[in-house]
């Protein structure tokens, strides 16, 4: 079974500037998927960026980028030039040898102007 | 840009009562799914259904859950006697294919059982 941990219930970043969002998870898949979603206070969830373990290269899109150690089993999601827009809960998950997702407990993100 | 829509966005039932729960996933997907999130709590899956049957189930999907594709736009959640502890904000997702494709997540439906 996989299991995934974020280890920062809570994070602050002013405006502008940089986060880093932590996720670490355990699987005994050799091929999955790992993807971080958004959860604003509307509640939708929205995928940020998606990562596939077989690459070596860090996905980005745009503002947002991940850092995965493999051997680690390392996923962090990093926020460039932070807006107040990326205010939300933040979840890490893990896809490999089933359908499902599975959900991290979350990272609550304040942007302060 | 297509997305996945649900209905109702909110509903509220009593205890013992039948609830659907009505998704319509983007068009040519093949995948769709069902996760719930009690408030406060992480999102936990519930079920994935591909080629007209269910692919996968988790603990949380018993004989009171049901999944349907009635026609070729909708998939439906049935909840047969709704318990307090099922009151939880319910999610459609579909996806192109399984495997690393990405699901994209309906805006749910926030359900209330009194």
């Known amino acids: 079974a996989q299991t995934v941990t974020q280890s920062q219930p809570e994070m602050s970043v002013q405006e502008a500037e940089t986060v880093t969002l932590s996720c670490t998870y355990d699987?005994?898949?050799?091929?999955?998927?790992l993807f971080w979603y958004k959860q604003p206070p509307s509640r939708q969830m929205i995928l940020v960026i998606r990562?596939?373990?077989?690459?070596?290269q860090n996905a980005t899109e745009n503002r947002f980028s991940v850092n995965f150690q493999k051997a680690a089993k390392s996923f962090s999601l990093k926020i460039s030039d932070s807006q107040l827009g990326d205010a939300a809960m933040y979840f890490c998950?893990?896809?490999?040898?089933?359908?499902?997702?599975?959900f991290g407990k979350g990272t609550k993100l304040t942007v302060n102007p | 840009e297509p997305e996945v829509t649900q209905t109702p966005s909110h509903q509220v039932t009593q205890m013992g009562q039948e609830v659907i729960l009505r998704c319509v996933p983007i068009s040519n997907h093949l995948y769709f799914y069902w996760y719930r999130q009690i408030l406060g709590q992480k999102v936990e899956f519930l079920v994935s259904?591909?080629?007209?049957?269910?692919?996968?189930k988790s603990e949380i999907f018993d004989d009171q859950f049901s999944v349907e594709r009635p026609d070729g736009s909708n998939f439906t959640l049935k909840i047969r006697s709704t318990k307090l502890e099922d009151s939880a904000m319910y999610f459609c997702?579909?996806?192109?294919?399984?495997?690393?494709?990405?699901?994209?997540f309906g805006p749910g439906t926030r359900l209330t059982v009194t």
């Open positions: 998950a893990p896809k490999g040898g089933s359908e499902k997702l599975v």
């Open positions: 699987t005994s898949e050799s091929d999955y998927y």
């Open positions: 990562q596939e373990a077989y690459k070596q």
């Open positions: 259904f591909y080629n007209n049957e269910i692919s996968e």
């Open positions: 997702a579909s996806s192109y294919l399984g495997e690393g494709y990405e699901q994209y």
